[in-house]
């Protein structure tokens, strides 16, 4: 490796209790890109606070090379003090910087540089304080979770400028996806110490269960070399002697290092309380419109079924909560309708940490107050049990939920969430704040879950884990289905999320086409088939036979969502064929009535 540009040495921190780094080192040379990583609560964001020179160490050496430029992006950038976004990018320059960069920057972020700081949202911050550190193009980059609250398209764009920046690169991020396809070299913070493997995140994951394993072997050979001791200290020669003494010191030493050794944190435990089962078809959306200022959702039709995942992506402001609430009831559409399959026990994963109270405890929290019980499955538990599944220690149960890091959050609301009996679960950005183990852990969870699952996201690679088919908007209120994951829906569209200005001109483009290619059609249509008499006859019928399919499903959905196939399972068969077969039947004639109304539209025209 080329001389460091920068390192960190025997880098030792202590909080209180145990310490939270021990020896940690850490080196970077230039244009290397590196990541760190390491489970929440592990030292990751006040390591690299200590690269930058934010945090002093107890002890330890760090070496900056004279002259090297180094900018830092913090989790929570701080704006006090600057007029506008240009301002706030502009101070972090320095002396023979160009200045037309950081205006660059910012217009690619999508922002104008006249925004006051004060009224930024979250992502709106998040993109200003990026065009800071990356508009003076300094010889290292440290990156505290740069992808937070930030939209697939501009994720997309960031990839691509670091991927081009000369800079050395040391990241964080739990966006699996971005690390593989920007690390070169790994740094794994663990129980206070690092080690480095000179490979990417994507062999990351490998290399870690074989040294946890390695650890395991060591530690249970250890334990069997204390035994084989104390057995010879029980039944042995006297111990007297010299060379006895030595052993009992020796003995003493073991059971130190057996004490000392800080295991390796366990990971968090998920398990969804499961509801009632659902009928076979849970959401059914029929042509639904929603507009604001402009249109969110136009004309959109789907049907969910039991067992479903579906995901959810766009650039943030596309409408995707709008769309998550209009097909779960929260909000009426416009025009169109939405039909709720029956049985359902619905539960929400909001993005939006603060909707826990602050000053409220944890236990309260996940108890709701006046209890130290939670109820998982039908089964009681006590409080402290239940959050030692999710990695929080009994020692916690009285701690503020205002003093808890954004990963703690993250894992309370999913704590939440999981104690309540579901059939659908609705998860706005789940994967926020949240360590890569426990991601993990929670698409294990989903791939079991008998329910069905409504997604928003913009993690990529846990769009592909986890869901059935994707949603995509296309600008002015349009909306795509693709089957399978982000990358399934790439393949078949040919292009990922667009950003939103891009989308509206696509849209307005399309529109302006529309017309003309309508025209064609009805003229090349009208040329080649007249209405006869028994296509009239369908368009008058067509629609009480629909009507009549609906009610028959609706009543063979409640036949089969109580427990007939307990009570009678020949019949529970019966009729889950009659099911399936109105279902084909329905989409058949409705298929049949578009095309013969738009046949008459053809022949009025």
Same mark, same amino acid.
């Given at each position: 490796m080329a001389a460091p540009l920068l390192f960190l040495k025997d880098t030792?921190?202590?909080? *209180?209790?145990?310490? $939270?780094?021990? &020896? +940690?080192? !850490?080196?970077?040379?230039a244009g290397e890109r590196v990541c760190l990583v390491g489970r929440n609560g592990s030292g990751k964001s006040t390591l690299l606070k200590i690269v930058a020179g934010l945090v002093e160490?107890?002890? *330890?050496?760090?070496? $900056?090379?004279? &002259? +090297?430029? !180094?900018?830092?992006?913090?989790?929570?950038?701080d704006f006090a003090g600057y007029a506008t976004t240009r301002a706030y990018v502009e101070a972090g320059l320095a002396p023979g910087d160009d200045s037309h960069r950081a205006q660059y920057l910012l217009t690619e972020l999508g922002l104008s540089g006249e925004e006051d700081p004060s009224t930024l949202s979250g992502g709106e911050g998040r993109r200003a304080a990026l065009a800071r550190v990356l508009a003076p193009?300094?010889?290292?980059?440290?990156?505290?979770?740069?992808?937070?609250?930030?939209?697939?398209?501009?994720?997309?764009?960031?990839e691509s400028e670091l991927k081009s920046t000369r800079s050395a690169l040391i990241l964080i991020s739990h966006d699996r996806r971005f690390l593989e396809r920007l690390s070169r070299a790994t740094i794994w913070l663990d129980r206070g110490r690092t080690a480095r493997i000179e490979k990417g995140f994507e062999a990351f994951e490998a290399w870690r269960d074989e040294v946890l394993a390695q650890e395991e072997r060591d530690r249970h050979k250890l334990d069997r070399k204390i035994v084989r001791e104390e057995d010879w200290l029980r039944y042995g020669v006297s111990a007297r002697r010299t060379r006895n003494q030595r052993r009992l010191r020796e003995l003493g030493e073991l059971r130190q290092q057996a004490r000392s050794?800080?295991?390796?944190?366990?990971?968090?435990?998920?398990?969804?309380?499961?509801?009632?089962?659902?009928?076979?078809?849970?959401?059914?959306?029929?042509?639904?419109?929603?507009?604001?200022?402009?249109?969110?959702?136009?004309?959109?039709?789907?049907?969910?079924?039991?067992?479903?995942?579906?995901?959810?992506?766009?650039?943030?402001?596309?409408?995707?909560?709008?769309?998550?609430?209009?097909?779960?009831?929260?909000?009426?559409?416009?025009?169109?309708?939405?039909?709720?399959?029956?049985?359902?026990?619905?539960?929400?994963?909001?993005?939006?940490?603060?909707?826990?109270?602050?000053?409220?405890t944890l236990s309260d929290a996940l108890t709701g107050g006046g209890s130290d019980q939670v109820t998982v499955?039908?089964?009681?538990?006590?409080?402290?049990?239940?959050?030692?599944?999710?990695?929080?220690?009994?020692?916690?149960?009285?701690?503020?939920?205002?003093a808890l890091s954004g990963g703690e959050r993250g894992r309370l609301m999913l704590a939440r969430a999981l104690a309540k009996p579901s059939n659908l679960l609705v998860l706005d950005e789940p994967t926020n704040d949240l360590d890569l183990e426990t991601l993990d852990l929670l698409q294990e969870t989903l791939a079991d879950y008998p329910g069905t699952v409504l997604i928003v996201s913009h993690d990529r690679d846990f769009i592909d884990r986890v869901v059935t088919s994707t949603l995509i908007s296309d600008g002015d209120g349009r909306w795509q289905e693709y089957a399978g994951g982000y990358s399934d829906m790439i393949a078949q569209r040919g292009e990922?999320?667009?950003?939103?200005?891009?989308?509206?001109?696509?849209?307005?483009?399309?529109?302006?086409?529309?017309?003309?290619g309508s025209k064609a059609a009805i003229t090349a249509s009208s040329s080649k088939r007249k209405m006869t008499f028994n296509d009239k006859?369908?368009?008058e019928t067509l629609p009480k036979t629909i009507d009549a399919l609906r009610a028959e499903i609706v009543k063979l959905n409640a036949a089969l969502a109580g427990d007939l196939y307990a009570r009678d399972p020949a019949l529970f068969a019966k009729v889950s064929a009659r099911l399936a077969a109105a279902e084909a039947e329905i989409s058949a004639a409705e298929e049949r009535w578009l095309e013969l109304e738009m046949l008459r539209e053809d022949m009025g025209a």
């Amino acid at each position: 490796m080329a001389a460091p540009l920068l390192f960190l040495k025997d880098t030792r921190l202590t909080f *209180g209790g145990t310490p $939270l780094l021990e &020896g +940690a080192e !850490l080196a970077v040379s230039a244009g290397e890109r590196v990541c760190l990583v390491g489970r929440n609560g592990s030292g990751k964001s006040t390591l690299l606070k200590i690269v930058a020179g934010l945090v002093e160490a107890d002890s *330890g050496e760090r070496f $900056l090379q004279p &002259g +090297a430029t !180094l900018r830092y992006l913090p989790q929570e950038p701080d704006f006090a003090g600057y007029a506008t976004t240009r301002a706030y990018v502009e101070a972090g320059l320095a002396p023979g910087d160009d200045s037309h960069r950081a205006q660059y920057l910012l217009t690619e972020l999508g922002l104008s540089g006249e925004e006051d700081p004060s009224t930024l949202s979250g992502g709106e911050g998040r993109r200003a304080a990026l065009a800071r550190v990356l508009a003076p193009e300094p010889d290292i980059l440290l990156l505290d979770e740069p992808t937070n609250h930030l939209d697939l398209p501009v994720i997309e764009w960031l990839e691509s400028e670091l991927k081009s920046t000369r800079s050395a690169l040391i990241l964080i991020s739990h966006d699996r996806r971005f690390l593989e396809r920007l690390s070169r070299a790994t740094i794994w913070l663990d129980r206070g110490r690092t080690a480095r493997i000179e490979k990417g995140f994507e062999a990351f994951e490998a290399w870690r269960d074989e040294v946890l394993a390695q650890e395991e072997r060591d530690r249970h050979k250890l334990d069997r070399k204390i035994v084989r001791e104390e057995d010879w200290l029980r039944y042995g020669v006297s111990a007297r002697r010299t060379r006895n003494q030595r052993r009992l010191r020796e003995l003493g030493e073991l059971r130190q290092q057996a004490r000392s050794a800080r295991k390796a944190v366990g990971g968090a435990r998920l398990i969804v309380s499961e509801g009632a089962i659902s009928g076979k078809l849970v959401i059914e959306a029929v042509g639904i419109s929603k507009a604001y200022d402009a249109p969110v959702i136009k004309d959109f039709s789907i049907r969910i079924a039991r067992g479903d995942r579906i995901g959810i992506v766009g650039p943030n402001g596309a409408g995707k909560t709008t769309l998550i609430n209009l097909l779960t009831g929260q909000i009426a559409p416009d025009s169109g309708y939405v039909k709720l399959g029956v049985t359902l026990e619905m539960v929400t994963l909001d993005q939006r940490r603060d909707s826990l109270d602050p000053n409220m405890t944890l236990s309260d929290a996940l108890t709701g107050g006046g209890s130290d019980q939670v109820t998982v499955n039908g089964q009681a538990r006590h409080v402290a049990s239940y959050m030692r599944d999710f990695l929080f220690q009994p020692l916690q149960l009285r701690t503020p939920v205002g003093a808890l890091s954004g990963g703690e959050r993250g894992r309370l609301m999913l704590a939440r969430a999981l104690a309540k009996p579901s059939n659908l679960l609705v998860l706005d950005e789940p994967t926020n704040d949240l360590d890569l183990e426990t991601l993990d852990l929670l698409q294990e969870t989903l791939a079991d879950y008998p329910g069905t699952v409504l997604i928003v996201s913009h993690d990529r690679d846990f769009i592909d884990r986890v869901v059935t088919s994707t949603l995509i908007s296309d600008g002015d209120g349009r909306w795509q289905e693709y089957a399978g994951g982000y990358s399934d829906m790439i393949a078949q569209r040919g292009e990922g999320v667009r950003a939103k200005a891009a989308q509206n001109k696509a849209a307005k483009s399309l529109a302006a086409a529309e017309p003309a290619g309508s025209k064609a059609a009805i003229t090349a249509s009208s040329s080649k088939r007249k209405m006869t008499f028994n296509d009239k006859h369908a368009l008058e019928t067509l629609p009480k036979t629909i009507d009549a399919l609906r009610a028959e499903i609706v009543k063979l959905n409640a036949a089969l969502a109580g427990d007939l196939y307990a009570r009678d399972p020949a019949l529970f068969a019966k009729v889950s064929a009659r099911l399936a077969a109105a279902e084909a039947e329905i989409s058949a004639a409705e298929e049949r009535w578009l095309e013969l109304e738009m046949l008459r539209e053809d022949m009025g025209a």
